[in-house]
């Protein structure tokens, strides 16, 4: 996800990741890559069946900044990176502003 | 079916008495493995089943089954890879360079992408493995890239690998499939030369029909194990269960209306409708003593509406 203040200036950005995370040919703790080393799963972040997850980002305005505009993005990347055939799941867009002036 | 009667009854006269005369045969042409990708393609050549189903055949021509060993060129490269990195750098697997890679080698890919080339020779393994290379070589040209998309193409998960081959999968309870028969929802007489009869397979809308390679997790039987799908295993302990009661073939076949044509989240309605997405944010100035610190909380829920896990591999 992504925030850029009132110019379009990137603020804040962080990504996270759901996958199997596979064990290298069932051994140690090295994450396998080719589906020819995948044997065990050292790690699942996956999205599970029928059970929402929750994240939570906290992003500061920049100061003298009231507004700004979020990009929440769900992205399928088979290769792990957006050069090789990735795949825009999900995307939100929202603005936010705090109150100029008061007591 | 709309094959004129006269040609449908003639037909399954001729081949009633064929298969009197050629029962015997039909196990030696069973035991008879394929040399080549072409000898493989013609043992399971299914552009028979268009003639009467072709609305389900177009839908499977758009289907990622219908070009299963090259993909969208993701499998054929990571075939090559699987050779390239794997095979060859194993100091055991037999396999020193490409043109060594037998059968039981590619099985690692193949078990899913291909099921039948276990009824191949190793020739067939090298012929695949020899056009991956190919199709991945920057130095190749435009016409033998082509030509090596057309062989990996002519090989796939088609109508008889589901109808037929993985039609039965407790073969003690329910025997083994016939090569005469085609296997789906009912019984009876099929108006097809080569596949005259039709059987009702226990378990063509049952999850497990795909689960055979949408898997469970490292396949042991492989000498050299491994797992790259393992929905089925995904499906059956965190969302069978937890209660859920839908076979796959529901929401890839039925309710997305994509019949044969199943795909996942390349498909707009598909991917709408397995995660829900929802963004609240809470704009707000924290007071640090004097001073305002104004900050934005960005709440995200995901929902994976799907029958398993997302994603997969």
Known sequence: ?103 | MRVPRFIALSALFAFSLLTAVMSHDAYAAEAKKATSIDELAKMYDSTGCKQCHDDIYKEWQQSIHSRSIFGTGRTAATIKTTVAVGLTGWQHSGVKKPEDVQVKHLMICAKCHLPQLAEATDAVAKEIVKNAYIYTDPKASDDAREKAIAQLSKVNINCLICHQRNAITHKWVDGTPAKDTVYGSKDGAHADAGHPKMKKSPIMSESILCGQCHGLGPNFELENPSQCATLYGSYLWAYRAEGGQEACQECHMKKSKLGHNMQSYRDAGMAKAAVDFKVEMLPHQWRDGSKMVPVNVVKVEMLNKAGHSIPDG
């Open chain 1, 1 to 103: 996800m992504t925030a850029k203040d009132n110019k379009g200036k990137e603020i804040f950005k962080q990504s996270k990741i759901y996958m199997p995370i596979p064990q290298q040919l069932g051994r140690g703790d090295k994450m396998g890559r080719g589906p020819y080393e995948k044997s065990g799963i050292l790690r699942d972040t996956t999205l599970p069946p029928g059970r929402p997850v929750h994240e939570t980002f906290e992003i500061g305005f920049p100061s003298g900044e009231f507004d700004m505009t979020v990009d929440v993005e769900l992205w399928y990347l088979p290769f792990g990176n957006k050069d090789s055939d990735p795949f825009l799941w999900q995307k939100v867009t929202k603005k936010a502003s705090i109150e100029k002036g008061g007591v």
